[in-house]
């Protein structure tokens, strides 16, 4: 099973700065890496998959990069309905699909 | 417009058993793969279990499971209803969790949820 490790567990950021969050794989993933928003009470919210397309109605300031094991998701400028918990999950080598154990987005 | 609608948690004693029904429309459900994700309270997410798209030629559907499931949960779809099931038995205390299910972009598991449900909680308790 690949482990998902993200860091840091909590990020606090001002709105209108840049977040940056990062997600580690055990083993190569390659590409194949999403992002999931979810706030509190919610449903998560795909926001990123193939390490860098935006999902469908996803704002263009969400953006990913990385390859292999070592990957970043980026908010250019936070908003307030930005702070929430993100999760990477992996879908290369599956069964399971893994995820992170998530990082908690608050504001400063 | 997609939409998920799950259904049939509760409250259910260890070693119970209990289904869940995750009602989709907005898209042509045969042609997707499924999935059931769960989330324990103030927990991370834990992937459970997979189904691919309807079978076409009438054998069954590609299904998968994490290890803390295999042997007791058993996911299905009712293409004629468009409802994904997951059946649970022998519940145990660590089964509590809100029971999430997503919709893949694909007709083979091999992607991630791009559609969630709103999630149904399950709650394993004496």
């Known amino acids: 099973e690949i482990l998902m490790t993200q860091s840091p567990a909590t990020l606090s950021v001002s709105p209108g700065e840049r977040a940056t969050l990062s997600c580690r794989a055990s083993?190569?993933?390659?590409?194949?890496l999403a992002w999931y928003q979810q706030k509190p009470g919610q449903a998560p919210r795909l926001l990123i998959y193939?390490?860098?397309t935006r999902a469908t109605g996803i704002p263009a300031r969400f953006s990913g990069s990385g390859s292999g094991t070592e990957f970043t998701l980026t908010i250019s400028s936070l908003q307030s309905e930005d702070f929430a918990v993100y999760y990477c999950q992996q879908y290369n080598n599956w069964p399971p699909y893994s995820f992170g154990q998530g990082t908690k987005l608050e504001i400063k | 417009e997609v939409q998920l609608v799950e259904s049939g948690g509760g409250l259910i004693q260890p070693g119970g058993s209990l289904r869940l029904s995750c009602a989709a429309s907005g898209f042509t459900f045969t042609s997707y793969a499924m999935n059931w994700v769960r989330q324990a309270p103030g927990k991370g997410l834990e992937w459970v279990s997979g189904?691919?798209?309807?079978?076409?030629?009438?054998?069954?559907?590609?299904?998968y499971y994490a290890d803390s499931v295999k042997g007791r949960f058993t996911i299905s779809r009712d293409n004629s209803r468009n409802t994904l099931f997951l059946q649970m038995i022998n519940l145990r205390a660590d089964d509590t969790a809100m029971y999430y299910c997503?919709?893949?972009?694909?007709?083979?598991?091999?992607?991630?949820?791009?559609?969630w449900g709103q999630g149904t909680l399950v709650t394993v308790s004496s």
């Open positions: 997503a919709k893949e972009e694909s007709y083979h598991n091999s992607g991630p949820g791009h559609y």
């Open positions: 083993q190569s993933v390659n590409s194949n």
């Open positions: 189904i691919s798209g309807g079978s076409i030629r009438g054998g069954p559907e590609g299904t």
């Open positions: 193939g390490t860098s």
